[in-house]
């Protein structure tokens, strides 16, 4: 098994900083470069109805949407260099900033930057909480055409 590329799905989270630590490991190990996702999902917006044509529908952005839009992405960026500074060392990492559905997002960015194994943590979740909102992990499992480490996180084991 040869590890060429490796792209981590990150967050603002614990469960993520733990997966990175585990991905960066691999790369360091495999000499691998590195591919680092964060995907903002939209926030969802009032509705408008002032910048609304009836044939058209929405005509633009309002500025606030462009504001949060440009905070969340500055924030996404901060973040993913947080990371490369934390675990990078002189291995090459290419960032992945996109705003969309996170599994997808994960998957349509590890075919775009061909990777040879995805990384991503858990945030462990059951029950209802999970029926209501999905598993971006068991998606990407599911759905990936490339073998996907799945880290869990324990809580007694220091980052």
Not at 26 to 48: D, S
Not at 83 to 89: H, N, P, R, S
Not at 128 to 148: F, I, K, Q, Y
């Amino acid at each position: 098994m040869l590890i060429k590329k490796i792209l981590i799905g990150v967050d603002n989270s614990k469960f993520a900083d733990n997966a990175a630590q585990y991905g960066f490991d691999i790369a360091h190990k495999f000499k691998a470069r590195v591919g680092l996702v964060h995907i903002v999902e939209p926030v969802v917006m009032p509705y408008n109805n002032a910048t609304t044509d009836p044939m058209l529908g929405t005509a633009d952005l309002g500025m606030a949407d462009v504001e949060i839009m440009n905070i969340q992405n500055n924030a996404s960026k901060t973040m993913v260099d947080d990371f490369v500074k934390k675990y990078g060392g002189d291995l090459e990492v290419t960032h992945f900033n996109e705003f969309g559905d996170t599994a997808e997002g994960i998957i349509n960015c590890g075919n775009e930057f061909g990777a040879d194994l995805i990384v991503i943590g858990t945030h462990s979740r059951s029950g209802l909480d999970r029926l209501l909102m999905g598993s971006v992990a068991e998606h990407v499992v599911r759905h990936a055409t490339v073998p996907v480490l799945v880290v869990p996180f324990n809580e007694e084991s220091p980052l």
